[in-house]
């Protein structure tokens, strides 16, 4: 399966990012490489993680990562995912 990034989530990304490398560049760095490379695993198995919390879909699951929520859509017909957003629950 594709891996597909909405620009939802590139932005929200984006703003994350600028606030961690505010304190460093490294760590910063580190969080992308390693959130890319744990949403790249998707595409083996996409319903590894739970139905989300957020969405009543059966085919949108929430990947959580060091405290932030990532939902994603598991398109078949298209047979690509789609990573829809990344935020930290603080009451949404």
């Known amino acids: 399966m594709t891996i597909v990034y909405s620009e939802r989530f590139i932005e929200q990304f984006q703003q994350i990012w600028d606030y961690i490398s505010?304190?460093?560049?490294?760590?910063?760095?580190?969080?992308?490489?390693?959130?890319?490379?744990?949403?790249?695993?998707?595409?083996h198995f996409p319903y590894k993680f739970r139905r989300s919390r957020y969405y009543d879909r059966e085919n949108i699951r929430d990947y959580v990562y060091k405290g932030y929520t990532i939902p994603y859509l598991i398109d078949?017909?298209?047979?690509?995912?789609?990573?829809?957003?990344?935020?930290k629950w603080e009451g949404r």
Not at 79 to 85: A, L, P
């Open 76 to 87: 078949m017909d298209k047979n690509e995912i789609v990573i829809m957003d990344i935020f």
């Open 22 to 43: 505010k304190d460093s560049y490294r760590a910063a760095e580190r969080f992308r490489v390693q959130a890319e490379k744990r949403l790249s695993e998707l595409s």
